[in-house]
């Protein structure tokens, strides 16, 4: 069986090292926030597949030949010429800090129904992956979230939500209304500090009380990301706090689904609270360490690599 199923958006990736503005070269790739889940969990050696729709252009051919080049499986994913295949500009302002820039509306994956997402589901993989994202590109793309968490729960397979909320794309408001709905169904949840109320019940209104109301939910596992601050994991049982690994900054995107990549790998592979929350801190690490959204993301056996790096131990 398939270990994690996931499915979104993938677009076109251009990287200035420049003002955008200014001209100059760009680097072409592609970026999703779950085609990147996807495929660092296929360098850790996990089965993964990634369903979505490309556009019918050369863009969209550039994403299913990576993520095949990558091993993640896409024969669930296919061309839609209703719309192009999406485009992320990333351009490096000052110090850290990415501007992103989409050209998304009306692209193919904005067309996604959840009869495009529910074949990937049978049979019912070991987990299914959904991010925030999904649901703010349109009606379909909600209602495939829906279904596909309903019909993954119903078949007793794990969902992974990451809240990721891109507020490019949605408010904080409507955000929450889409997402406190599916909690329920809901085994993981990882979440920046900031994000938990988008998921939690309205009711709880410290970081405490929305832990407790996601577990009381029936949530197995809440997770919260602090991005240099470290994470904790919380089930009824325990809550584990774990610092982040200390590396040099080279990009922040994408370092919270390397670190998503760490966790369901470390759960995949029956390793405890804290051993989970060890591996998502250092895929995250391998992500913030390296340019690019999953260029730099570790193999199993280079997992071991940042403790051999002067200066990267644990914070
Ligand atoms: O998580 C990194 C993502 O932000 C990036 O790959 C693009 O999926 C993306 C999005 O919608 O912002």
């Not at 490309?54 to 209703?82: I, K, S, Y």
């Not at 299914?128 to 994202?133: A, C, D, E």
């Not at 790998?265 to 391998?286: I, Q, Y």
Request: net charge negative; glycine share 12%; proline share 5%.
């Amino acid at each position: 069986a398939t270990d994690v199923v996931v499915f979104g958006e993938t677009m076109a990736a251009l990287r200035a090292h420049d003002p955008i503005r200014l001209g100059g070269t760009m680097g072409l790739s592609v970026a999703g926030a779950e085609s990147n889940v996807a495929i660092g969990l296929a360098r850790l050696g996990h089965r993964v597949s990634w369903t979505g729709l490309v556009g019918d252009d050369e863009t969209g051919q550039l994403v299913l030949r990576t993520l095949r080049a990558e091993g993640v499986d896409v024969t669930n994913a296919r061309v839609d010429g209703r719309g192009p295949t999406g485009l992320i500009l990333f351009e490096r302002r000052v110090g850290d800090l990415t501007r992103v820039i989409y050209h998304r509306a009306g692209s193919a994956a904005s067309f996604l129904e959840p009869s495009d997402v529910l074949p990937a589901l049978t049979p019912p993989p070991r987990t299914l992956h959904v991010t925030g994202i999904t649901p703010a590109l349109g009606p379909g793309p909600a209602a495939a979230v829906r279904a596909a968490v309903g019909a993954a729960a119903e078949a007793g397979a794990p969902v992974c939500l990451d809240v990721n909320h891109r507020a490019r794309l949605w408010d904080r408001g409507t955000a929450a209304e889409v997402l406190r709905p599916l909690a329920a169904s809901l085994s993981v949840v990882v979440a920046s500090d900031d994000e938990l109320e988008l998921v939690a019940p309205a009711s709880a209104t410290t970081e405490r009380d929305r832990v407790t109301a996601l577990l009381d939910l029936g949530v197995g596992e809440v997770v919260v990301k602090r991005g240099a601050d470290g994470a904790s994991a919380h089930t009824a049982e325990q809550s584990v706090d774990v610092p982040a690994r200390r590396v040099r900054v080279t990009d922040l995107v994408g370092a919270g689904d390397a670190f998503v990549a760490g966790y369901l790998s470390g759960r995949l592979d029956g390793l405890d609270l804290a051993g989970r929350l060890d591996r998502a801190v250092t895929t995250g690490a391998f992500a913030v360490a390296s340019p690019g959204d999953w260029e730099g993301l570790p193999t199993r056996a280079e997992l071991a690599l940042l403790d051999t790096l002067p200066g990267s131990t644990l914070r």
